[in-house]
């Protein structure tokens, strides 16, 4: 009942403060384990997504720091987040992130591993490719814009758009491959190419040079 009445006032907020395009949120399976690999924008990505997913359970990888402040604490200990050290490898963050792809949550992965705040793409980490080896979970790119600006226009009480779009679905397949650092790096590389996919030349940031031979590391499930 509380998540319900907290993910009601979260989602009614953020329609308020902003013009969310989500319609194609309803491109994400309504069950079975499913990692949400998204590009990471500001500090809005997350209670949108959870919120505009819901009933569907989404949890995910969040940097440690976010339970140093009370409200933040509250908010992702009731969405189950899983707080994450990023400056290690941290291998405990890896076991929930498992057992809630076991549990056929939804896990919310942002590749950069950090904020871009500006919207252009950042280099992807390795992590998210040592994950899906370890798990076989399928792979879902989301990506979001448009509301880079969003400080900007709250201090001129202007609403600010925010796109939501969402990609195919995918495996990374590894088999026959030696699972090298530079493989789970190409890896890595390209899942933020499926996202780069579907986001406006703009933003392509650091995916606008790198490219990756992708052939037989990405499989599509449709």
Same mark, same amino acid.
């Given at each position: 009942?509380?998540?319900?009445?907290?993910?009601?006032?979260?989602?009614?907020?953020?329609?308020?403060?902003?013009?969310?395009?989500?319609?194609?949120?309803?491109?994400?399976?309504?069950?079975?384990?499913?990692?949400?690999?998204?590009?990471?924008?500001?500090?809005?990505?997350?209670?949108?997504?959870?919120?505009?997913?819901?009933?569907?359970?989404?949890?995910?990888?969040?940097?440690?720091?976010?339970?140093?402040?009370?409200?933040?604490?509250?908010?992702?200990?009731?969405?189950?987040?899983?707080?994450?050290?990023?400056?290690?490898?941290?291998?405990?963050?890896?076991?929930?992130?498992?057992?809630? &792809?076991?549990? %056929? +949550?939804? *896990?919310?992965?942002?590749?950069? @591993?950090?904020? !871009? #705040?500006?919207?252009?793409?950042?280099? =992807?980490?390795?992590?998210?490719?040592?994950?899906?080896?370890?798990?076989?979970?399928?792979?879902?790119?989301?990506?979001?814009?448009?509301?880079?600006?969003?400080?900007?226009?709250?201090?001129?009480?202007?609403?600010?758009?925010?796109?939501?779009?969402?990609?195919?679905?995918?495996?990374?397949?590894?088999?026959?491959?030696?699972?090298?650092?530079?493989?789970?790096?190409?890896?890595?590389?390209?899942?933020? &190419?499926?996202? %780069? +996919?579907? *986001?406006?030349?703009?933003?392509? @940031?650091?995916? !606008? #040079?790198?490219?990756?031979?992708?052939? =037989?590391?990405?499989?599509?499930?449709?």
């Amino acid at each position: 009942m509380l998540l319900w009445v907290v993910n009601k006032i979260i989602k009614c907020i953020t329609n308020l403060i902003l013009k969310i395009d989500d319609a194609e949120l309803a491109m994400v399976p309504d069950e079975g384990p499913l990692i949400a690999a998204a590009n990471h924008v500001n500090f809005l990505d997350a209670p949108v997504l959870i919120t505009h997913l819901y009933p569907r359970k989404t949890t995910g990888l969040v940097k440690k720091e976010t339970w140093e402040k009370p409200f933040l604490a509250f908010l992702f200990n009731l969405w189950e987040g899983i707080p994450i050290d990023r400056d290690i490898a941290d291998f405990a963050a890896f076991k929930q992130a498992k057992q809630a &792809l076991k549990d %056929k +949550k939804i *896990l919310a992965v942002a590749p950069e @591993g950090t904020r !871009s #705040e500006d919207g252009q793409l950042l280099r =992807g980490k390795p992590g998210i490719s040592i994950l899906a080896t370890q798990t076989e979970a399928p792979i879902i790119p989301i990506a979001y814009f448009g509301h880079e600006n969003f400080i900007q226009n709250f201090k001129r009480l202007k609403r600010t758009p925010m796109n939501i779009k969402v990609g195919r679905p995918f495996r990374l397949n590894f088999s026959g491959k030696s699972k090298s650092k530079e493989l789970m790096q190409d890896a890595a590389d390209a899942v933020m &190419l499926e996202i %780069k +996919k579907l *986001l406006p030349e703009k933003y392509h @940031g650091v995916y !606008s #040079e790198i490219n990756v031979n992708d052939e =037989g590391l990405i499989q599509f499930l449709d």
